[in-house]
């Protein structure tokens, strides 16, 4: 397989956060890229005052960065894809963008999530969509506030195909963003859709007040089940300790800039959830606790945040019922 982005121009798709730090990344690189937004007032923000106020506020873009509503326009002649739109409308906006999209192309997928309808990873989702474009993946821990600044950014480029992910992970780098290529999609993957289930716990228990130990404990043992339900559906274990696993953890559990976090902070202080950024975890938190049951896998840190969710249960309820389990091995 072979791709060309680094002659052809870049097209990302999906004028928010992440899809427009991502474009102005390739863009301030010197990379020809073409963001598609569907809103005409980001593409004229984008275009016309290097600025996309409503998902990056205050964060001066590359003059360079071009966008457009029009999606062929994006896709026609393009070297890479990158699909930066939320999980859960993955499958809906490949279907709308199909006849667009050249075929056997790969696409990039940017999204961190686990579709709540089917239980398909967004590349499995792909794949149903689009046989003949190879899916990849792009994940690791990167906020998009910091690599619309121009921080330095470390992410980890995955398909299954090892020459086609280091092709990739080589074209996408820019001196800004270093891309690690792996061959293990799945782990990838999975890494960055469970990791948000987890910030939210986080969150929750950093809103609710239970201190630093409890939030500790909570990673360190909702890892323990990212790393089962991962080894379930096939991730290998030293992708899960790497960028798009534990690095992501790192991140988004320890930080209030991770959207997931800061909902779960605002659950467990009992705030309104409604009109709240994204937070790809409240979605993934269902279908994730319904893998771990249909696989016969102990997730009770994934199970619960699902329970709190869906108001089924508080977070007192939730913190006896973790305490009061069966004493266990550490490592069984
Ligand atoms: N933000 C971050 O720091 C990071 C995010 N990610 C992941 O990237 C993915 C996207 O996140 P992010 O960019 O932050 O999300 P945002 O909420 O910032 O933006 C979502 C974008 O998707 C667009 N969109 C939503 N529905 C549709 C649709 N049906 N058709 C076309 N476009 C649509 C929105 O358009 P509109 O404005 O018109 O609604 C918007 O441009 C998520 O899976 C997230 O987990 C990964 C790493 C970092
Ligand atoms: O995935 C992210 C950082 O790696 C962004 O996290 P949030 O979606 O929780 O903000």
Same mark, same amino acid.
């Given at each position: ?27 301030? #690189? ?66 709308? $963008? ?21 239980? =398909?990873?967004?590349s499995a989702v792909l794949q ?9 993946? $792009? ?11 121009? *921080? ?5 480029? +995955? ?38 289930? !987890?910030? *939210? ?16 404990? *909570? ?6 089940? !990212? ?18 696993? =534990?690095?992501? =953890?790192?991140?988004?559990c320890g930080s209030g800039q ?6 779960g902070e605002a659950l467990g202080?009992?705030?309104? !959830? ?24 102990? #997730? ?15 977070? +007192? ?13 550490? #490592?069984?």
């Amino acid at each position: 397989m072979s791709v060309n982005t680094s002659n052809g121009r870049i097209a990302v798709l999906g004028g928010g956060a992440w899809g427009t730090a991502l474009a102005n990344t390739f863009a301030a #690189a010197g990379r020809p890229t073409l963001l598609w937004a569907r809103d005409a007032e980001t593409v004229a923000a984008i275009n016309g005052q290097a600025a996309n106020p409503r998902y990056l506020p205050g964060i001066a873009l590359d003059p360079a960065l071009r966008a457009t509503t029009d999606a062929a326009q994006a896709l026609q002649g393009a070297g890479a894809i990158l699909s930066v739109v939320p999980a859960q409308i993955f499958g809906s906006v490949l279907q709308s $963008l199909a006849d667009h999209i050249p075929a056997g192309l790969p696409i990039v997928i940017c999204a961190k999530g686990i579709e709540r309808a089917t239980g =398909l990873l967004p590349s499995a989702v792909l794949q149903a969509t689009l046989p003949d474009n190879p899916p990849a993946a $792009l994940s690791g821990p990167s906020f998009a506030t910091d690599l619309a600044r121009g *921080l330095p950014t470390a992410v980890t480029v +995955a398909a299954r195909d090892r020459e086609l992910a280091a092709e990739l992970a080589a074209n996408l780098s820019t001196p800004r963003l270093r891309c690690y290529s792996a061959d293990d999609l799945t782990g990838v993957e999975i890494g960055g859709a469970l990791k948000n289930v !987890l910030a *939210l716990a986080a969150g929750a228990a950093a809103g609710a007040g239970l201190g630093a130990s409890a939030q500790a404990a *909570l990673i360190t043992r909702g890892f323990v089940e !990212l790393r089962r339900i991962g080894a379930a559906l096939g991730a290998q274990g030293e992708t899960l300790m790497g960028l798009s696993g =534990l690095g992501d =953890l790192m991140l988004t559990c320890g930080s209030g800039q991770s959207r997931n976090f800061a909902y779960g902070e605002a659950l467990g202080r009992g705030e309104p !959830l409604e009109n709240r950024p994204l937070a790809e975890g409240v979605a993934t938190a269902s279908i994730a606790a319904r893998i771990a049951r249909e696989h016969a896998i102990a #997730a009770p840190i994934i199970t619960a945040v699902d329970a709190i969710l869906k108001g089924e249960s508080t977070i +007192a309820q939730t913190v006896e019922a973790l305490m009061t389990r069966p004493l266990k091995h550490e #490592a069984d």
